[in-house]
């Protein structure tokens, strides 16, 4: 049986807003929002962002009670900034957990339910479980096993591939599940 000790979660925070003090309090509100889901469900939030936007996001998670008492959150180090494949695996790499579900902050996020469905699914396939929805895969509403994602992370970044798929198209024994999330 897996258990929160061998989840974590990966939070992907970084991308470009306008600089209007409204987008800016959407994305607070967005990651706020995806991080109170997951939270009761991991040992572990790892928020991926921008350098510059650490110090906001990190006042806004520390001022509520969104995680879990038990949950811890902490943001990756931005090793290569503006990459998305590099800041993927660098925020994987902050965590030893096997299992890691890929959130996104950003846009439409899956309720925790599903994201507790995407764990188990991945445990009993024994490998990375991707929806689908509309006929698309979600890769930054997945649950990957962390040692398969950190490989293709590798991969992709030799590839120069930057985007989202970049991960799931350099993954073996990928599971898509076309179910709403």
């Known amino acids: 049986m897996i258990g929160r000790e061998d989840c974590a979660a990966v939070v992907v925070a970084s991308g470009r807003t306008h600089c ?13 929002h995806v991080v109170e889901r997951v939270a009761p469900l991991v040992d572990e939030v790892v ?9 906001r996001y990190a006042r806004a998670l520390e001022g509520s009670s969104t995680p879990a ?13 503006g990459s998305l494949m590099a800041g993927l695996a660098g925020a994987l790499h902050e965590t030893d957990a096997p299992y890691v ?14 994201v507790a469905s995407l764990f188990a699914a991945a445990r ?5 479980t991707v929806p689908v929805v509309k006929g698309r895969p979600q890769p930054l509403c997945a649950v990957y096993h962390r040692e ?4 293709a992370c590798g991969a992709a970044i030799a590839d120069e591939a930057d985007h989202a798929n970049g991960v799931i198209d ?11 999330i």
Do not use: M, N, W
Not at 101 to 114: K, Q
Not at 148 to 151: E, K, S
């Open 47 to 55: 928020v991926c962002c921008r350098r510059d936007q650490r110090r």
């Open 170 to 180: 350099h993954l073996e024994g990928v599971q898509y599940r076309a179910e709403p």
């Open 124 to 128: 009993d396939a024994g490998q990375t």
């Open 101 to 114: 579900a890929v959130l996104s902050a950003g846009g439409r996020s899956p309720g925790r339910h599903a």
């Open 69 to 81: 008492p038990d949950a811890t959150v902490q943001f990756a180090r931005e090793r290569t900034p």
């Open 20 to 32: 209007a003090p409204e987008a800016e309090s959407t994305d607070v509100r967005r990651l706020h």
């Open 148 to 151: 398969d994602a950190l490989a």
